[in-house]
């Protein structure tokens, strides 16, 4: 079955960084766009970057000059580089893969809190 497997979650202060990685299993990852949500409590799911094999990356605003999706196709995993964390990017961060509208799988997501 397909598994999306989260990690790198955790809490920072003001100012820094954090790396997610998000392992896939069960899909032929290549083919898919992988992508990175986020949900905050009290507000809706949220895109925060997608990656579509060999082409462009898709940053939300908020993420734009500050977080970095990147793919390993060998390693079936994707990256969120998140750079300059602020306390409004406390979320549940959500890996994502997409095909089509048939084949869309979720992780069980990685908290990540920005607290001083």
């Known amino acids: 079955q397909v598994q999306l497997v989260e990690s790198g979650g955790g809490l920072v202060q003001p100012g820094g960084s954090l790396r997610l990685s998000c392992k896939a299993s069960g899909i032929t990852f290549s083919v898919y766009t992988m992508g990175w949500y986020r949900q905050a409590p009290g507000k809706e799911r949220e895109l925060v970057a997608n990656l579509p094999t060999g082409s462009t990356p898709t940053y939300a605003a908020s993420a734009k000059g500050r977080f970095t999706i990147s793919r390993h196709n060998a390693e079936n995993t994707v990256y969120l580089e998140m750079n300059s964390l602020k306390p409004e990017d406390t979320a549940v961060y959500y890996c994502?893969?997409?095909?089509?509208?048939?084949?869309?799988?979720w992780g069980q997501g990685t908290q990540v809190t920005v607290s001083s």
């Open positions: 994502n893969a997409a095909f089509d509208y048939n084949r869309i799988y």
